[in-house]
């Protein structure tokens, strides 16, 4: 009998059009606070834990950040993403590809380095009602990604070894994810990481979006 297959998706930029709304909202915050970095900056490091986004962001600007003033860029980033809501959609292929997995029978949930409070907005632009699906946000975990907490907490809540899963995301910081978990990686181009980036960083496999990645399905997921 073959052993259960499931997938693992991040959501900025992999379900949903939303890197670069992140990005602007990123720096609105930090320009509130006085900081400067540039946009291609910021953008390098979406998807990856607000905590190392904010040490990164010491290394690089010298700028000293106290508990108080970190609490203040997330806050900003959370209320400036809430005025881009109404940019955000989904990538082309997002909806078709989570109907097909589930009339398929096949497993999968959502786990993602953004907040409850951003990721809500995300969820409803996708049409997916985290009452009815596996859902895994950075509230619910220790560490977000590079760390895999993330992928195994959902891998655990799908009741599938995380060895038997796909994890699917757009930037490298998933891949990396994927790779200390000892889950298989797909890359997909949609948040702006190139081919040769998502591969180094582990990926077995890199699409172009979500509707890319279900027309090549059997390539990744084997079928009865």
Known sequence: ???????????????VDSVYQHVLAWKDALDAEGIELSVWRIHRRIGMSGGLF??????ETGTSISPERIARLQQGHAAAYK?????????????ALLDALTAAQVPWAI??????????????????DPAATTVVTRDQVR???????????AAERLNVPIERCL??????????????????????????????????????RVYEDPGDLLAHLDEVCARD
Request: proline fraction near 4%; glycine fraction near 10%; hydrophobic fraction near 45%.
């Open 167 to 204: 994890v699917v995301g757009d930037a490298v910081w998933d891949m990396l994810a994927s790779q200390r978990c000892r889950a298989l990686g797909i890359g997909l181009q949609s948040g702006g990481y190139g081919t040769e980036e998502l591969e180094r960083a582990g990926a077995l």
């Open 83 to 95: 005025r881009h809501a109404a940019q955000v959609r989904p990538l082309p292929g997002a909806r």
């Open 143 to 153: 560490h977000a990604k590079p760390d895999p907490d993330l992928f195994i907490a």
């Open 111 to 128: 786990a993602t380095s953004g907040r409850i409070e951003t990721a809500a907005v995300n969820l409803e632009a996708l049409g997916v």
């Open 1 to 15: 009998m073959r052993q259960q297959t499931a997938f693992l998706f991040d959501l900025d930029g992999t379900l």
């Open 54 to 59: 904010m040490n990164q962001l010491l290394r």
